[in-house]
């Protein structure tokens, strides 16, 4: 880490319950995010990330509209996607609806480029899974064509070509900042360098220690394409109470039923409290507990893994709203300066 850590929330909009159990309409829950990303911005968060998803478990499709909802009311905090699915979307209208965000908020919109833990976009826009891995290739490429903000000459296999055109509009500062989101895989790391684009590590479950030999990669092919080294991030679930096991209490009904729907799709074996306690210890990826225990743990991370942002996940299935605030303020209160306490004590061997 050679400048402060940053920190941030993400949230997929997860569908929620009241206090009463019943479930909320998705059209409550994409004006909960954008009250929960104001209280982000009050108690003196980062970074605000909302993901794209296609299915009825969680309420965000277009995560550019509710950030723009977001930008208007809120005054510093920066707004971006958690991941933007481009393979199934067109470069050129992503890059137009971020600029058009970074406009309203003053220049701090940011994008998180990946390829989706989900493919219910792939049919519902009539992209085959079979071109998975050419999709993404390819718009990645027109997309940092993109960044430079002149007129694009470029040519591919899954989407009409350009020829010398110009892209509006074009962002204030000249400069739209751009992550790559990967999940775990070598080559996406690689070409997260190869581009030049800073690199976002989606860690939900095991050791973050064992994401650093991705790390490593991605410095070594930095170096190997002659370029400096650029910000890693991490993006992590957790959830925040005034003690371990009040918040434990908290997440546990919610993240089991959140895990159990979804793996039942994949075929994972339902989650256990063996498994959610492990996750949630020292060396597991879930950020669950007291402000100092989610704080000494962040803190390990990205020392571990040379961090310039770290990004909690801050929904969890049916959480319901009012917990997410409560973890929210703590977050912001409490975590926040007790991380960058811990790292100026310790900031470790590269600072």
């Given at each position: 880490m050679h400048q402060q850590l940053e920190l941030g929330l993400?949230?997929?909009?997860?569908?929620?319950?009241?206090?009463?159990?019943?479930?909320?309409?998705?059209?409550?829950?994409?004006?909960?995010?954008?009250d929960e990303a104001v209280l982000a911005d009050q108690v003196g968060i980062d970074f605000i990330g909302i993901g794209e998803h296609h299915r009825s478990d969680f309420a965000v499709?277009?995560?550019?509209?509710?950030?723009?909802?977001?930008?208007?009311?809120t005054q510093r905090i920066r707004l971006g996607s958690a991941v933007t699915v481009l393979s199934s979307d067109d470069p050129v209208r992503?890059?137009?609806?971020?600029?058009?965000?970074?406009?309203?908020?003053?220049?701090?919109?940011?994008?998180?480029?990946?390829?989706g833990s989900f493919t219910e976009s792939f049919p519902l826009f009539g992209y085959e899974l079979t071109q998975y891995e050419e999709l993404f290739e390819e718009k990645v490429d027109l997309f940092v064509r993109?960044?430079?903000?002149?007129p694009v000459t470029w040519s591919g296999r899954t989407r009409a070509g350009l020829a010398n055109q110009q892209v509006h509009p074009t962002t204030e500062s000249g400069s739209l900042t751009t992550w790559i989101g990967v999940g775990g895989s070598p080559e996406?790391?690689?070409?997260?360098?190869?581009?030049?684009?800073?690199?976002?590590?989606?860690?939900?479950?095991?050791?973050?220690?064992?994401?650093?030999?991705?790390?490593?990669?991605?410095?070594?092919?930095?170096?190997?394409?002659?370029?400096p080294r650029l910000a890693i991030g991490v993006h992590s679930p957790g959830h925040i109470a005034e003690t371990d096991e009040l918040a434990k209490e908290?997440?546990?009904?919610?993240?089991?039923?959140?895990?159990?729907?979804?793996?039942?799709?994949r075929g994972w074996g339902p989650m256990s409290m063996a498994e959610f306690d492990q996750q949630?210890?020292?060396?597991?990826?879930?950020?669950?507990?007291?402000?100092?225990?989610?704080?000494?743990?962040?803190a390990a991370t990205a020392r571990a893994l040379q961090l310039s942002?770290?990004?909690?996940?801050?929904?969890?299935?049916?959480?319901?709203?009012?917990?997410?605030?409560?973890s929210i303020e703590l977050y912001g209160t409490r975590v926040v300066p007790l991380v960058r306490e811990l790292l100026a004590e310790d900031p470790g061997p590269d600072d």
């Open positions: 993400d949230t997929f909009g997860d569908v929620t319950v009241d206090s009463d159990g019943n479930q909320l309409s998705e059209a409550m829950v994409i004006r909960h995010v954008v499709s277009s995560p550019e509209m509710v950030l723009a909802a977001i930008a208007g009311r992503v890059f137009q609806r971020f600029a058009t965000l970074d406009a309203l908020s003053g220049g701090r919109a940011e994008v998180i480029l990946g390829r993109l960044l430079a903000e002149q996406s790391v690689v070409r997260a360098a190869r581009y030049g684009l800073p690199l976002m590590i989606a860690i939900i479950g095991g050791d973050s220690v064992r994401f650093a030999p991705l790390v490593d990669l991605y410095h070594r092919a930095l170096d190997q394409y002659e370029l908290q997440l546990w009904p919610h993240m089991k039923r959140m895990r159990d729907r979804i793996g039942a799709e949630a210890g020292p060396d597991g990826s879930l950020y669950v507990g007291s402000p100092e225990t989610v704080a000494a743990k962040i942002r770290f990004d909690m996940k801050y929904s969890a299935g049916q959480l319901p709203h009012e917990l997410m605030m409560q």
